[in-house]
Every structure is written in structure tokens, then in C-alpha cells.
């Protein structure tokens, strides 16, 4: 099932404002142009967030009036289940992403409201993050799609 982008964000350095775009470029290389992270963090290039896990998180803590922005993450997608498998690859418009793992809740996040950070981390509610396969321009409302679902291994504990 398809879905589509309906966020696009970015930072210049670490904790500076997130800003909202329309559309982007996003290569190999940087991940999100203009982003801090993506040169930094090659297995982190550009993170991903379902709106529907960030809509249950607010729930979780009475519907504050928070943006999507307040999570940090560089792409606001809806209608689809972000994979949860590292090596997992979705398509947001031309663009090519492979998943690395699931989006850390961090400190930060009980700076911008108490009790985000645990709000966020059940069920993947942090969203994932991916590297560049395939670089290209991104807009709102391109399709969202997954290409490949790897499903990640059951851990299984003594006892």
C-alpha cells in the first residue's frame, strides 16, 4: 500500500530550528541538503515519521499542540507502514532509502515536552532511520512506497 509525503524538514546544526520545505534535494552523499546530520551520520541520513505513530504518541500525552518538527525528523509520511527491518527500502518519489534502524527517542525530546521521549518509544512511534540508496528531488505529496520488507529478527530472552 502506498502513501505519501507530507513533510519535509531540515536543520542546519545540531538543536537549531527545524525548517519546513516544500521540496528537496537529497543525495548520497549529504542525505537532505542542507541538513546536519546526513554527512555526519551515513547510516542516519534522513529519518522518517509515520504521522499516524506521532498522532498516537500526542494521544498518549493529552494532544498537546505540538508540530511534527518537535520530532526532528526530516520526512512527515501518511497511508503507509514504515518497515521495521534493517535493509528494508521504500521509494519517496524518486528517491531511493534503505532502512538502518528505528528512530531513538533521545533526551531532547523531554526538553520539547515531558514524557515525549516515552511517548515516542513503543511501536517504532519514533519512526526509522535510513541511508541514500538513490538520490533525487523530493516534494510534498510525491508517493510513499515500500520496495522491500525485511522482517527483523525475533529476539528471544531466557526464562
Known amino acids: 500500500m502506498a502513501g505519501r ?33 546526513g554527512v555526519k551520520f551515513p547510516k542516519r541520513q534522513i529519518t522518517l515519521l509515520e504521522r499516524e505513530l506521532w498522532e498516537a504518541a500526542l494521544f498518549v500525552l493529552g494532544n498537546p499542540d505540538l508540530a511534527w518538527t518537535a ?7 501518511e497511508g503507509v507502514h514504515l518497515p521495521r527491518g534493517a535493509g528494508s527500502e521504500l521509494l519517496v518519489g524518486a528517491v531511493r532509502l534503505e532502512v538502518t534502524a528505528q528512530t531513538s ?27 541514500v540508496v538513490k538520490g533525487g528531488i523530493i516534494r510534498l505529496g510525491d508517493v510513499v512506497e515500500v520496495l522491500r520488507e525485511i522482517t527483523p529478527p525475533k529476539v528471544h530472552l531466557p526464562g
Open 5 to 37: 509525503l507530507i513533510g519535509i524538514a531540515r536543520r542546519e546544526k545540531p538543536r537549531a530550528p527545524m525548517e519546513e520545505l516544500e521540496s528537496a534535494i537529497i543525495t548520497r552523499e549529504a542525505g537532505l541538503e542542507g541538513d546536519s546530520k
Open 71 to 77: 520530532r526532528r525528523a526530516n520526512l512527515l509520511v
Open 105 to 131: 527517542p533521545c533526551a531532547r525530546m523531554d526538553e520539547i515536552w515531558p514524557g515525549l521521549r516515552r511517548a515516542l518509544a513503543p511501536d517504532w512511534r519514533g519512526g526509522v532511520t535510513c541511508r
